[in-house]
């Protein structure tokens, strides 16, 4: 795998990002996500979960000697949110934050 595979990887998972926090890519001024809200059932977890456990398993595959500097720091630094975010996930935080002051309600304002 080059830095072409490590670009496509990186695009891949910001793409997820986007895909399943709607709100926060409006935020960011990316209109695409403008007529959805986040799905905060247990499926959309699993999938997102499974995503991103698939781009760690391409990260982790990527040869590290074929990468330059700036190359092997973006991959340690995705490899991290991708690990981060699988672990996150499997701990379903979308049902601890059920209060009046955390949660997706809260969130939007």
Do not use: C, K
Request: net charge negative.
């Amino acid at each position: 795998m080059t830095s072409a595979d490590l670009q496509r990887l990186a695009d891949d998972y910001w793409e997820s990002v986007l895909t399943a926090a709607p709100t926060y890519a409006t935020l960011l001024g990316d209109r695409r996500f403008d007529d959805r809200i986040e799905d905060v059932s247990a499926a959309a977890e699993d999938n997102l979960r499974a995503t991103w456990s698939s781009l760690l398993a391409e990260v982790d595959a990527l040869d590290t000697e074929a990468l330059g500097d700036a190359e092997r720091v973006t991959r340690g630094l995705l490899r991290n949110e991708l690990a981060t975010g699988v672990e996150q996930l499997g701990l379903r935080p979308t049902e601890l934050a059920s209060d009046q002051m955390e949660g997706i309600h809260a969130g939007l304002l």
